[in-house]
């Protein structure tokens, strides 16, 4: 299973799910447009490598590593 927080700059990827016991985080990651099915690139990482940049339905995402971890890709 590859998770969003293993890509590397530059790398596209589809989101296949979600996971997490945090029903109130996972509803922030689907408002923030981080659906099913979605394709999602890293674009780039801060300097310690969290949080990470992300280009997604056009517009760009920073979220945290941690979150990135529980969203599965492929």
């Known amino acids: 299973m590859k998770t ?9 990827a589809v989101i296949t799910g979600i996971n997490g016991q945090n029903t109130s985080l996972r509803r922030r990651l689907l408002d923030m447009g981080l659906t099913l099915n979605t394709k999602v690139s890293l674009v780039r990482e801060a300097p310690f ?26």
């Open 4 to 12: 969003l927080d293993m890509l590397k700059p530059g790398e596209n």
């Open 49 to 74: 490598g969290d949080p990470i940049e992300l280009e997604v339905r056009g517009y760009s995402l920073t979220i945290r590593k941690s979150d990135a971890q529980l969203i599965e890709v492929k």
